[in-house]
C-alpha cells in the first residue's frame, strides 16, 4: 500500500512568516511530486510540481525534494491570509501506473493578520 | 478554454437511486480520473482512464462504473446509491504518462438519504 503523510495541522503562521509544510511518501521509485492548495469548498489547484532533487522556486513559493530521504517540502514565503488553504502533496506512483497519483490527507494552514 | 467541467454541482439521491455524474474536458488530454473526497480521508481513486475506449478499476470502485467512448468525456455511473457514497466527487485529466500533472474540475458534491 502506497502511502503519503502530511501533518494534519492546522498550521498556524502570522502574516509575513514563512510557512513550511512537509510530506514524506512510502513508494521508493516515485519520480513526480506535487503540491495542490485547496481552498474550503473548492477544488485541488496545483501550485508546485518537482521532479529532481533539490529546490525549486516559483514566486514566493519553493518545493524541495530528497528522494534519498522520501520527503518532499514547500515553503510559503511572506505568508498571507489568502494562503489559508488545505495543502495536499501527491506523489505518482512507480512502474507500469506511473500516471497515477497517491494523496496524502492534506495540512490545513491558516495565515493569521 | 473550458478545462475540466462537472455537472451536476449539488445533487441529493435517495438510497437506491441512480445517476451519472458527467465529466467533460476541452484540453484534449488522454488520462482522465475519478476521485471522491471524504473528510479528513484525502482523495481516493475510483476509476481511471487512459485513452477513450480504455478504463480500469481504482482503489475505491465498488458500486461505480465508468464508460470512455471519446477523448472529452468520461462520465461516472453510480447504481443503487448507498449512504456511503455521499462525498465530494472530483473529475481530473492530465496530459502526460509520467509528468503527471494533474488538472482538477469543480466537483459534485452528493449526498445519498
Known amino acids: 500500500q502506497k502511502e503519503v503523510e502530511q501533518n494534519s495541522g492546522p498550521l498556524s503562521v502570522p502574516e509575513g512568516a514563512i510557512a513550511s509544510l512537509n510530506c514524506t511518501y512510502s513508494?521508493?521509485?516515485?519520480?513526480?511530486f506535487f503540491w495542490y492548495r485547496q481552498y474550503s469548498g473548492k477544488s485541488p489547484e496545483l501550485i508546485m510540481s518537482?521532479?529532481?532533487?533539490g529546490d525549486k522556486e516559483d514566486g514566493r513559493f519553493t518545493a524541495q525534494l530528497n528522494k534519498a530521504s522520501q520527503y518532499v517540502s514547500l515553503l510559503i514565503r511572506d505568508s498571507q491570509p489568502s494562503d489559508s488553504a488545505t495543502y495536499l502533496c501527491a506523489v505518482n506512483d512507480s512502474g507500469g501506473s506511473n500516471y497515477k497519483l497517491t494523496f496524502g490527507k492534506g495540512t490545513l494552514l491558516t495565515v493569521n493578520p | 478554454n473550458a478545462g475540466v467541467t462537472q455537472t451536476p454541482k449539488f445533487r441529493i439521491l435517495k438510497i437506491g437511486q441512480s445517476m451519472t455524474l458527467q465529466c467533460t474536458q476541452d484540453?484534449?488530454?488522454?488520462?482522465m480520473y475519478w476521485y471522491r473526497q471524504d473528510p479528513g480521508m484525502g482523495l481516493k481513486l475510483i476509476y481511471y482512464?487512459?485513452?477513450?475506449?480504455?478504463?480500469d478499476k481504482g482503489e475505491v470502485p465498488n458500486g461505480y462504473n465508468v464508460s470512455r467512448s471519446t477523448t472529452e468525456d468520461f462520465p461516472l455511473r453510480l447504481e443503487l446509491a448507498a449512504p456511503s457514497q455521499t462525498s465530494v466527487y472530483f473529475c481530473?485529466?492530465?496530459?502526460?504518462?509520467?509528468?503527471?500533472?494533474?488538472?482538477f474540475g469543480p466537483g459534485t458534491r452528493l449526498t445519498v438519504t
Open positions: 518537482i521532479y529532481s532533487n
Open positions: 481530473a485529466t492530465s496530459r502526460f504518462r509520467e509528468y503527471n500533472e494533474q488538472y
Open positions: 513508494d521508493r521509485g516515485s519520480q513526480s
Open positions: 482512464s487512459v485513452g477513450a475506449g480504455i478504463t
Open positions: 484540453m484534449n488530454h488522454n488520462y
